[in-house]
């Protein structure tokens, strides 16, 4: 689990004037849980190496327009990675996965391994279906183990409004996969 | 992770998630190196004078043709400019689009000619030292960009740098005082950020890399200490580049062409012309070489403000050796492949400060090219092959600081 590092002006301070030991320290920090959180979200090593290029890339050109962050670094990039993927899924709809010869195990239960892939898979394409803030209150709270008051400020909204987005995330995701169940 | 409020299939739903394969640390790695690459460009662009933006050619060029009535001459100049622009237009063009290209890049020489011609085609001292500058930022993020892309750098990358860093030097060294001061802080702050670069690209570089980034740090780093020293004596500064330029043959601003030739501050050029007793008037800085410790002085050293008297090179003679007007050397030279050296050693020619080697004596550092003279023989290969590397810091074989003064008629030593 990623924990929220403290905010650090003066890391920020440096990475503003394109200091390199300094930017170099961010992406060494944060790239490796923005990488995870991709690969969860999407499931594909291209694009999440891809949204964590982008991320930060991003990053830079917000430096270099004098924008960025003020602090809670991690915060802003898991909000620029979430943005990205949503875009893209917006840009290229989600595409069926098939069953390949990778995912085959010999000691696995085969329906049982298909089984849980299905549903994996299901519940990746439910989660599309959310708000981008139910998605990535979801995301952040079961898949990254984030804390509520981490979330609240990475969605920059009070934490009961959190607790409030997670509630109707789960009730909604619920009823998405139940009802595709029963297609 | 918080499971509350979640049914069993979609809590073991998400804890399969969490599970993911492990990243490909080939395409991590390609990610980092890209993201440090965009840094220093942008690094670059933010460091950009103000003066240089062109966020006022709207204001002074527009209104010229607001005007209800067009002067004749306007019309004329219009068509002079048209004329130029269709004529010029696809090489303009082509010199546009080969500023953001690599070495390896077909368009490159154009960049670095476009970047020669503005040098040369330049009055101002300030402006010149300002692109100097900016075009020495341009090597550092060529050297990050091949890095990222994985592809060899080379050596001319490496020279261009050196030349540039010697340049804003000489230029600064030329101003008035105040000037001259400012100059070097922003020449010391640039090189500083550079140097920053470097030790980044240092980090997990290839080995076949390794060399060229460790002798671009070493001279960042003394021009670092130079520019330094030059804003707290600004006379002893303007000695020593005067005696670098004299080391180097004078004007101090090398051409472009001299591309692959080792050079590094106080080695003789190509064109160099060896006095009539031989050659080498101080060690010359080789490519290939294998890496020496830091602190220690690689053969052939010389320490600052040591000057060379006329033959004096880096043999291990005596003061009170006698050589013989042919200046054949007994030191050994700085030849090729010479093995590594441990820390804090002298290596085999090193000259202390009071050693005053005599004409003929010690080992020159011919490059490839040097022609000795006709009574300069010696057994030494010379430089220019495959020398020691010099380590940040060190002094290595044919590093020679601003304050020596080489001498023609050095002969040339023995190599190892």
Request: one cysteine or more; a negative charge.
């Amino acid at each position: 689990m990623d924990k929220e590092v403290p905010s650090d002006p003066e890391l920020l301070e440096l990475a503003r004037q394109f200091d390199h030991p300094a930017l170099a320290r961010i992406y060494d920090t944060y790239s490796p849980g923005l990488y995870r959180y991709a690969m969860r979200m999407m499931d594909d090593q291209d694009l999440a190496e891809e949204c964590v290029g982008e991320t930060f890339s991003r990053f830079l050109q917000a430096l270099r327009a004098k924008h960025g962050p003020e602090s809670y670094l991690q915060a802003y990039l898991y909000r620029m990675a979430h943005n990205w993927i949503v875009d893209h899924y917006r840009r290229e709809p989600m595409q069926p996965v098939e069953l390949t010869e990778e995912h085959h195990d010999e000691n696995a239960d085969p329906e049982k391994d298909a089984g849980r892939r299905l549903y994996q898979e299901r519940l990746r394409m439910a989660l599309k279906k959310l708000t981008p803030d139910q998605q990535k209150v979801i995301a952040l709270k079961y898949l990254e183990g984030w804390e509520n008051e981490e979330i609240a400020r990475s969605l920059k909204k009070p934490v009961g409004a959190v607790k409030s987005l997670q509630h109707r995330a789960l009730a909604t995701l619920q009823r998405i996969l139940n009802r595709e169940e029963f297609l | 992770m918080k499971n509350d409020g979640l049914d069993s299939k979609l809590k073991n739903a998400f804890n399969d998630l969490q599970n993911i394969p492990p990243r490909d640390p080939q395409a991590a790695a390609r990610g980092r190196a890209n993201y440090l690459k965009q840094a220093v460009d942008f690094r670059q662009a933010v460091s950009r004078k103000a003066d240089r933006r062109h966020n006022r050619w709207s204001n002074t060029i527009f209104p010229l043709f607001q005007r209800k009535e067009r002067l004749p001459v306007l019309n004329t100049l219009i068509a002079v400019v048209l004329a130029v622009v269709v004529f010029f237009g696809g090489t303009s063009a082509t010199v546009f689009a080969a500023q953001d290209s690599l070495p390896d890049q077909a368009l490159y020489p154009v960049k670095t000619w476009s970047e020669d011609a503005v040098l040369s085609l330049t009055g101002s001292p300030q402006m010149r030292l300002n692109y100097a500058l900016d075009f020495s930022d341009r090597r550092v993020a060529e050297m990050a960009g091949l890095l990222a892309a994985g592809k060899p750098i080379p050596e001319e990358v490496e020279t261009r740098l050196q030349n540039e860093l010697d340049l804003v030097l000489e230029l600064a060294a030329g101003m008035d005082d105040p000037q001259a001061i400012q100059q070097l802080e922003q020449i010391r702050q640039r090189a500083e950020t550079q140097m920053q670069t470097m030790t980044m690209l240092l980090s997990g570089v290839p080995e076949s890399a390794e060399p060229i980034l460790l002798r671009a740090h070493a001279r960042l780093q003394e021009q670092i200490q130079l520019a330094a020293m030059g804003e707290a004596d600004l006379q002893g500064f303007r000695m020593q580049i005067q005696q670098r330029r004299q080391n180097q043959g004078g004007s101090g601003v090398q051409t472009p062409d001299n591309g692959n030739e080792p050079q590094g501050p106080g080695t003789m050029s190509p064109t160099d012309i060896p006095g009539p007793s031989g050659t080498g008037d101080g060690p010359g800085s080789g490519g290939n070489q294998p890496t020496e410790a830091p602190g220690q002085e690689g053969p052939g050293s010389q320490t600052t403000y040591r000057t060379p008297q006329p033959g004096g090179g880096v043999g291990t003679m005596s003061p009170t050796d006698i050589p013989g007007p042919s200046g054949t050397g007994d030191g050994p030279g700085s030849g090729g492949n010479q093995p590594t050296e441990a820390p804090g050693q002298e290596g085999p020619g090193s000259q202390t400060p009071d050693q005053t080697p005599q004409p003929g004596g010690g080992a020159g550092t011919m490059s490839p090219t040097d022609i000795p003279g006709p009574s300069g023989t010696g057994d030494s290969p010379g430089s220019g092959g495959n020398q020691p590397t010099e380590a940040p810091g060190q002094d290595g074989p044919g590093s020679q600081t601003p304050d020596q003064t080489p001498q023609p008629g050095g002969g040339s030593g023995h190599g190892p």
